[in-house]
């Protein structure tokens, strides 16, 4: 589980494919803590820690990851948001962050404000219930407050202590971003569903009755 709070920058240095993964060398200030079997996320990406050598470490993207995710597209020097698992025992200060992308998103905007810099982001419309005003999303593994919401689109400002600590300053119109929804959002739609079910299924029962 992660904060969605980053906590520093890696570059990818080395990739290639095998068979449908996409093996990935991420260098980073905290590589050579890392442990094997650790979860990281990498922009919002939680991957597992497969080898650690001095300042890089060593991770494997599956085909539902690369499909969901930005990671197919990410070339040598790619600049990379890490953010190692949360532990237990400090303060959740962003929200509660899984690592599992739901989608990528398309950066449609970027207007610099007193202070802030604005993002507007576009998603598909299936996903537009689970963006609330005011409440969280997790863009390219960073915790952000969503405003200006529609069914497809969001915005979120970004102050300038996460945008000189992350990649977000590199972000350009037409760059796409991982986006995970919120999780508590998300099992509310699966208990509604499930509720409609049961619903139907007793009325169905009722009729034929």
């Not at 001095?54 to 953010?83: C, F, P, Y």
């Amino acid at each position: 589980m992660f904060t969605g709070i980053v906590e520093t920058q890696g570059i990818l240095r080395k990739s290639h494919a095998s068979e449908r993964n996409k093996i990935l060398w991420i260098e980073s200030p905290v590589s050579r803590e890392l442990k094997v079997d650790q979860s990281v996320a990498h922009n919002g990406v939680c991957l597992t820690v497969e080898e650690v050598d001095d300042d890089m470490h060593r991770v494997t993207a599956i085909q539902e990851t690369l499909l969901k995710s930005t990671i197919g597209s990410w070339k040598i020097g790619e600049r990379v948001n890490i953010e190692r698992c949360v532990l237990m025992n400090g303060r959740i200060d962003g929200h509660i962050v899984q690592g599992h992308v739901d989608a990528t998103g398309v950066c449609t905007g970027i207007n610099q404000t007193e202070g802030s810099t604005e993002y507007r982001i576009r998603f598909s419309e299936e996903f537009g219930h689970l963006v609330i005003e005011k409440g969280s999303i997790c863009i390219n593994g960073i915790s952000l407050t969503a405003f200006k919401v529609a069914v497809t689109e969001v915005s979120v400002a970004i102050i300038p202590y996460t945008l000189q600590h992350t990649n977000m300053k590199y972000l350009q119109e037409g760059d796409l971003v991982n986006l995970e929804f919120d999780v508590i959002g998300k099992y509310i739609q699966r208990w509604l569903q499930i509720q409609n079910t049961i619903e139907k299924g007793s009325a169905k029962v009722s009729r034929d009755i």
